[in-house]
């Protein structure tokens, strides 16, 4: 008996925004011009933060960083999406995403300082803090989703995990439980090319990883992560869809132009000719120069708009070592067992400074 087609499958791909800044006006959604100065203003604040959060980790002044450089257009355009009735659950990247969110800066970096302040959440927030276990988020989620669904709610669940995360068993356990229960949860995938060190071309044969969702029957989509307006469309889309009890894997093509966390070195494993031409399809020049096609931006609008991050970051980063200043650090030493270990307790005394037998 000859073999029949038992499932055929397509992906869609979308993109809005060409990296030259042109727009296809057909796909360009319909955003008024103060939310597209937000856009912008998040992902360029974003970006000088990192630096500025590099910085303060190579004086000695935060613990890891893992920047988002280049990252800023899949997740500012994504989170904007959000209703406010959403919640957003992250993996450790997602610093344009929390700022869209109104996370405060110093907040971040206190996470980046250790301390547990910098994690905090609530209800009113609707913001899951980070989660650093690869993929695990996921299941997160797919659980905040059900329950959403399960309460009948109009809202929907938005995670966020990198391409490393689909080679993990908790990302396929998590779409496939959200298949199966209707959870309102969209994946969003940043294909940002690498798994700290690890290219995409050896992390899986698969074409796109957007077609993974077909395993899990549900849709699956691929947008251009650096174009932050076909980001935001197709998000927006597939939180409609997944209110409706309809989960959607999105995969966004982007690519992490900065360091994996402060303690990589991406030119052991990165070859320049690649970097420079992702450097041509940079999401924050790209939004740029459409809205200085649209005359929404022009050289002293970004001036002022740069000042203005400038005296924010500064003001954000003094909370943040004043924050530092008043944690009693010795305090992590308390919580570790209930009654303290020998062990413990004589890290504690190394760490006063007091000589113990």
Known sequence: MPRETAYELSIDHVQVLEPDGSVDAELEPDLSEDDLLEMYWTMKRSRRLDERAIALQRRGELGTYAPATGQEAAQVGSAHALADEDWMVTSFRETPAYLARGTPPHMLLWYAMGMEEGSATTRESRNMPPSIPVGSQALHGAGLGWAQEI????????????????????????????????????????????????????????????????????????????????????????LESAREGDPVFV?????????????????????????EEWEARDPLTRFETYLRNRDTLDD????????????DLREEIRLGNEGREAVDVEEMFEYAYETPIPEVERQRAAFRGEDRD
């Open 151 to 238: 309460a009948d709610e109009d809202a929907a669940s938005l995670v966020y995990f990198g391409d490393g995360a689909t080679s993990e068993g908790d990302v396929y356990e998590a779409t496939n439980l959200a298949g199966v229960f209707g959870s309102h949860t969209v994946f969003l995938c940043q294909n940002n090319q690498y798994a700290i060190s690890v290219p995409r071309a050896k992390q899986t044969r698969a074409e796109t990883l957007a077609q993974k969702a077909a395993a899990a029957g549900i849709e699956g989509v691929q947008v251009d992560g650096n174009d932050v307006l076909g980001t935001y469309a197709v998000v927006r889309d597939a």
């Open 300 to 311: 002293d609008r970004i001036a002022d708009i740069e000042a203005s991050i400038e005296d």
């Open 251 to 275: 995969e966004a093509l982007t690519y992490r132009r900065s360091l994996h966390t402060t303690s990589d070195d991406p030119s052991v494993y990165r070859q320049e000719e690649e970097e």
